[in-house]
């Protein structure tokens, strides 16, 4: 199947860039113009599992009336508080004054993000992009000259063992003029092209941590609609490791918790999950 531009990854980069490209295209009068989003999760949505604060400034230049479209930014973010944490029963908190420019989220909006891929998702819908839930992207497939000329998806209907199953159907050719690779910070055909291209080079090395999230249903008497927390220190600092956790409080009496560790840790014992709980 051919396109003029395919999309590897259905989140929020790789959606709006397939709506981006729709609008031009519709602008200049182009309706044929034809841009198409593969998807590996199920549906869009599927494998976005962030509780995020988001800054809607790219969003009000991509879809001005988003409000109006029903976007699920139902909650502006209304106060922050950054704590270090000393012990298990002592924390300091900061002042506003020397809280970092960036930890303040007047304006920003508490959301699920996958509910905001979802609705993008529709809206990408509505301008006739393609789109191809379910099929990962297996491969990359290259031009005589050495550029990519589009993507081959995995086969599907194939057992644990490797052996077709009745319902086998092999993968597709998808072709472009241009191909944009939105898989995220460890996508493995991204890997693949940072290898064969040197993309890398004269970089500085990627920075990783890990990344730990739970939603919490908790007592409505406890919720605090809009309210924003991160902090740092115990217990992490007892074991030697760096890095930070965050509270959000969303709609529908539900917290986002979570702890991000940097990989610079030199404890082998320590456990992430652990020190989280």
Known sequence: MEFDVIVVGGGPAGLSAAIRLRQQAIAAGNDEFMVCVVEKGSEFGAHILSGAVIEPRALDELIPDWKEKGAPLNVPAIEDRVYMLGSETKATKLMDSVVPAL????????????????????????????MFPGFPAADILYNDDGSVKGILTGDMGVAADGEE??????????????????????????????SRFGLDNDSDPQHYGIGLKELWDIDPAKHEEGVVLHGSGWPLSDTGSSGGWWLYHAENNQVSFG??????YSNPYMSPFDEMQ
Do not use: C
């Not at 930890?103 to 393609?130: C, F, K, P, T």
């Not at 702890?259 to 610079?264: H, K, N, P």
């Open 259 to 264: 702890m991000v560790i940097d990989l610079s």
């Open 103 to 130: 930890m303040h989220n007047d304006g920003n909006y508490i959301v699920s993000l996958g509910n905001v891929v979802r609705w993008l998702a529709e809206q990408a819908e509505e301008l006739e992009v393609m």
């Open 165 to 194: 199953k009745p319902s086998f159907e092999p993968g597709y050719e998808l072709l472009a003029k241009y191909t944009i690779f939105s898989e995220g910070s460890r996508g493995h055909l991204g890997k693949r092209l940072i």
